[in-house]
């Protein structure tokens, strides 16, 4: 098998939390191959356990037992510097709530991570304008978070994970917090960057939009992997599944 | 806009490479920080600023009491040699009850002296919870921040260099807006009742040994209070950093 086939693997994934006197099992045996360069929605409602995979995934939380490799790299075996220089360099990560940083800007924002990466203010600035560009914000370079609406943000929070050219984009709910024409419009650019540049986009979600074009579409019910779909097949049964078009 | 593509494979070669957060860019981001939360950073500043105002405040006034004796001894022991040729009416007052019941004035002196040492002591108490109150607060209403710095390849010991910074920055401004606080208020208060005599030499330099314990205490105490919850912060997993929600 081709070792570049696959940029993320997991294999038995479990993750138990401990609530006072009850064992809670979030994930219970995950195993998941993603391909290079592919869309992938992960869906389920919620409690499914898609949020506890993504932080697993994104090397955030450490899972109870099982692994999880990114690039044949386990990420078990990491130390703490390792795990620092995947999640800046490897992993750009997109969240429902978008997590700016409140007091900079959101040229400030996309240029944190190229500062951590050790690039020139420079480097930094110019990285960050081009990127902030690409996601349609050039004019709002020097806004604060406050200053720009949830979608502004939520572009912003892409540029930023796309700050260090990671190969994996892990988005948790991008669409959560948004309006129906702005969630679209934040897909539409996810996978414009997925074509455009090829980066794997992992992402959990139960926003139906994501199913057209996402390539294939894990489902998780009680922590275990319920089925696994190739958007090919599923297709057909768009228009029964939402009223609304999907763009 | 040219992007590169993603590197195709990351190996374990490339993953030992180091992560960096210079220290002038950690300057740079602290100074931000305290600058555009300013209302906060006020409040926070003003707890540390009274603790140290108070704190101040009390030692200067036993440094004047201090002061205030040995003037006293100074005048009696002059007038007894008979050197004093134009007596005051400040200078008869001080000799006549000096002389007349010294052993009770004594006393007295050294029972106001000890509750001035006892409630230094309070005081310091007083700035500590203040201090470790306001600095608490700073760091927790800031996990979300710090799990995101995480997330984008922020190393434990960057979020500490953060706050490390920021809190000396504060701690060292607040306490020596502190101790001029509570310095100015009581010499004011001494001129007006004891006049400018007590404003020798003896006062500047004690004035200015309590400046440097002042500003000592104020800087170390924000230091030790923000030190603790940061590190613990900053050790959290990034997933659980981010779920806490205030």
Same mark, same amino acid.
């Given at each position: 098998?081709?070792?570049?086939?696959?940029?993320?693997?997991?294999?038995?994934?479990?993750?138990?939390?401990?609530?006072?006197?009850?064992?809670?099992?979030?994930?219970?045996?995950?195993?998941?191959?993603?391909?290079?360069?592919?869309?992938?929605?992960?869906?389920?409602?919620?409690?499914?356990?898609?949020?506890?995979?993504?932080?697993?995934?994104?090397?955030?939380?450490?899972?109870?037992?099982?692994?999880?490799?990114?690039?044949?790299?386990?990420?078990?075996?990491?130390?703490?510097?390792?795990?620092?220089?995947?999640?800046?360099?490897?992993?750009?990560?997109?969240?429902?709530?978008?997590?700016?940083?409140?007091?900079?800007?959101?040229?400030?924002?996309?240029?944190?991570?190229?500062?951590?990466?050790?690039?020139?203010?420079?480097?930094?600035?110019?990285?960050?304008?081009?990127?902030?560009?690409?996601?349609?914000?050039?004019?709002?370079?020097?806004?604060?978070?406050?200053?720009?609406?949830?979608?502004?943000?939520?572009?912003?929070?892409?540029?930023?994970?796309?700050?260090?050219?990671?190969?994996?984009?892990?988005?948790?709910?991008?669409?959560?917090?948004?309006?129906?024409?702005?969630?679209?419009?934040?897909?539409?650019?996810?996978?414009?960057?997925?074509?455009?540049?090829?980066?794997?986009?992992?992402?959990?979600?139960?926003?139906?939009?994501?199913?057209?074009?996402?390539?294939?579409?894990?489902?998780?019910?009680?922590?275990?992997?319920?089925?696994?779909?190739?958007?090919?097949?599923?297709?057909?049964?768009?228009?029964?599944?939402?009223?609304?078009?999907?763009? | 806009?040219?992007?590169?593509?993603?590197?195709?494979?990351?190996?374990?070669?490339?993953?030992?490479?180091?992560?960096?957060?210079?220290?002038?860019?950690?300057?740079?981001?602290?100074?931000? /920080?305290?600058?555009?939360?300013?209302?906060?950073?006020?409040?926070?500043?003003?707890?540390?600023?009274?603790?140290?105002?108070?704190?101040?405040?009390?030692?200067?006034?036993?440094?004047?009491?201090?002061?205030?004796?040995?003037?006293?001894?100074?005048?009696?022991?002059?007038?007894?040699?008979?050197?004093?040729?134009?007596?005051?009416?400040?200078?008869?007052?001080?000799?006549?009850?000096?002389?007349?019941?010294?052993?009770?004035?004594?006393?007295?002196?050294?029972?106001?002296?000890?509750?001035?040492?006892?409630?230094?002591?309070?005081?310091?108490?007083?700035?500590?919870?203040?201090?470790?109150?306001?600095?608490?607060?700073?760091?927790?209403?800031?996990?979300?921040?710090?799990?995101?710095?995480?997330?984008?390849?922020?190393?434990?010991?960057?979020?500490?260099?953060?706050?490390?910074?920021?809190?000396?920055?504060?701690?060292?401004?607040? /306490?020596?807006?502190?101790?001029?606080?509570?310095?100015?208020?009581?010499?004011?208060?001494?001129?007006?009742?004891?006049?400018?005599?007590?404003?020798?030499?003896?006062?500047?330099?004690?004035?200015?040994?309590?400046?440097?314990? /002042?500003?000592?205490?104020?800087?170390?105490?924000?230091?030790?209070?923000?030190?603790?919850?940061?590190?613990?912060?900053?050790?959290?997993?990034?997933?659980?950093?981010?779920?806490?929600?205030?």
């Amino acid at each position: 098998m081709d070792a570049n086939e696959y940029v993320v693997r997991t294999k038995g994934l479990v993750k138990e939390y401990t609530m006072g006197d009850q064992t809670l099992r979030a994930l219970n045996g995950v195993d998941l191959d993603i391909y290079r360069g592919e869309y992938i929605s992960i869906m389920g409602p919620s409690g499914s356990g898609k949020s506890t995979l993504f932080n697993a995934i994104g090397g955030l939380d450490k899972p109870t037992s099982g692994s999880v490799f990114i690039n044949d790299v386990d990420m078990a075996q990491l130390d703490a510097q390792e795990l620092a220089y995947l999640r800046c360099h490897t992993i750009g990560y997109i969240f429902q709530t978008f997590n700016l940083i409140p007091v900079m800007t959101a040229l400030e924002n996309v240029t944190l991570p190229t500062i951590f990466a050790g690039l020139s203010t420079d480097e930094g600035i110019e990285r960050g304008i081009e990127l902030l560009k690409i996601v349609g914000l050039d004019k709002r370079l020097h806004h604060k978070p406050f200053e720009l609406s949830g979608g502004q943000q939520q572009r912003v929070a892409i540029a930023r994970a796309l700050a260090n050219n990671p190969s994996i984009i892990l988005a948790d709910e991008p669409t959560g917090n948004l309006d129906l024409k702005t969630g679209q419009e934040i897909i539409a650019l996810l996978k414009r960057l997925n074509v455009e540049q090829g980066v794997t986009i992992i992402s959990a979600t139960h926003d139906l939009k994501m199913l057209d074009i996402s390539d294939r579409i894990v489902w998780i019910r009680d922590g275990k992997i319920d089925k696994l779909e190739e958007r090919k097949n599923i297709e057909l049964k768009m228009g029964e599944m939402e009223g609304e078009p999907v763009h | 806009m040219s992007v590169d593509k993603p590197s195709a494979h990351v190996t374990h070669r490339e993953v030992r490479q180091q992560i960096k957060l210079p220290f002038s860019k950690a300057v740079e981001i602290s100074l931000k /920080s305290i600058k555009i939360r300013f209302a906060r950073s006020i409040i926070t500043a003003a707890g540390i600023m009274l603790g140290i105002a108070f704190f101040a405040s009390v030692r200067m006034s036993a440094e004047f009491s201090v002061i205030h004796d040995k003037i006293v001894n100074e005048t009696v022991a002059a007038f007894q040699a008979g050197k004093l040729h134009h007596i005051t009416e400040d200078q008869t007052r001080m000799i006549t009850s000096a002389t007349t019941d010294v052993k009770a004035a004594r006393q007295d002196a050294i029972a106001a002296r000890e509750r001035l040492d006892w409630l230094s002591i309070m005081a310091l108490i007083v700035c500590t919870v203040g201090i470790t109150n306001a600095m608490l607060m700073s760091v927790t209403e800031r996990y979300k921040e710090i799990g995101t710095m995480k997330c984008l390849g922020a190393l434990d010991s960057f979020i500490v260099k953060l706050f490390f910074i920021e809190s000396c920055l504060t701690g060292f401004i607040s /306490s020596v807006i502190g101790f001029l606080l509570g310095w100015f208020i009581i010499s004011l208060v001494h001129i007006f009742t004891d006049g400018l005599q007590a404003f020798g030499v003896q006062f500047w330099t004690s004035s200015l040994t309590l400046f440097g314990i /002042s500003v000592l205490i104020g800087t170390f105490l924000t230091f030790i209070a923000t030190i603790a919850p940061a590190v613990r912060a900053a050790q959290m997993p990034p997933a659980a950093a981010l779920r806490v929600e205030i």
